[in-house]
Each structure stands twice: as structure tokens, then as C-alpha cells.
């Protein structure tokens, strides 16, 4: 089973950095396509960063050269991470971690001015 579960999101003020993480079960994250999406209020959710299975990074024009995607693995934990440098308060969404047709719950980062 499938399995995406987001953490480290918080308050944090412009100019700062937080790092997302995502616990991924039930496949092996260098296999697939894997990415970060986000959805501030009244707006729809879009794309953020992703990785491919060859290992290569896409990010959104709005977080380029400010968010980093990257994969690991904690204690046999398939892990997802987005670095984010710089944050500006309309980076303020819920960020979700995904893999196709799978999402993690989402975790709230608020950047305040």
C-alpha cells in the first residue's frame, strides 16, 4: 500500500527556511516520478518541484533557485525532502507530497512579512 506523510511545515518569516519531509511506503522512491505540489487558499493546487526516475529536478519559475527537491532514506525509510530558502509570505500554502494518483494529508507553511 501506498503510503505519503507529510511533515515539517510551520511558521516561519520572510527571508527564512524551512525543509519539508515526506515519508513514502510501499515503493522505492528512485523508481518513480515523485513531486511536491502546493494550494494556497482560493487557488488551486499547483506544482512545486518534482524529480524524475532519472533523477532529474523541475521546479516551478515562482521557487527557482529557492526550493530544492531531493530523495533519501532514513533507517529504511523511503524519504522525500523540499528545501526552501528564501521564503516569501506567497509561499504561504498547504504543501503535498505525491506520487501519481497518491497524496500525503498536506502540511501548512505560513511565511509571514
Known amino acids: 500500500e501506498v503510503q505519503l506523510v507529510e511533515f515539517g511545515g510551520g511558521l516561519v518569516q520572510a527571508g527564512g527556511s524551512l525543509r519539508l519531509s515526506c515519508a513514502a511506503s510501499?515503493?522505492?522512491?528512485?523508481?518513480?516520478?515523485i513531486g511536491w505540489f502546493r494550494q494556497a487558499p482560493g487557488k488551486e493546487r499547483e506544482g512545486v518541484s518534482c524529480?524524475?526516475?532519472?533523477?532529474?529536478?523541475?521546479?516551478a519559475e515562482s521557487v527557482k533557485g529557492r526550493f530544492t527537491i531531493s530523495t533519501g532514506h532514513v533507517q529504511n525509510t523511503n524519504m522525500v525532502y523540499l528545501q526552501m530558502n528564501s521564503l516569501k509570505p506567497e509561499d504561504t500554502a498547504v504543501y503535498y507530497c505525491?506520487?501519481?494518483?497518491?497524496w500525503g494529508q498536506g502540511t501548512q507553511v505560513t511565511v509571514s512579512s
Open positions: 505525491n506520487r501519481g494518483e497518491y
Open positions: 524529480k524524475d526516475i532519472d533523477g532529474r529536478t523541475y521546479n
Open positions: 510501499g515503493f522505492t522512491v528512485e523508481h518513480y516520478a
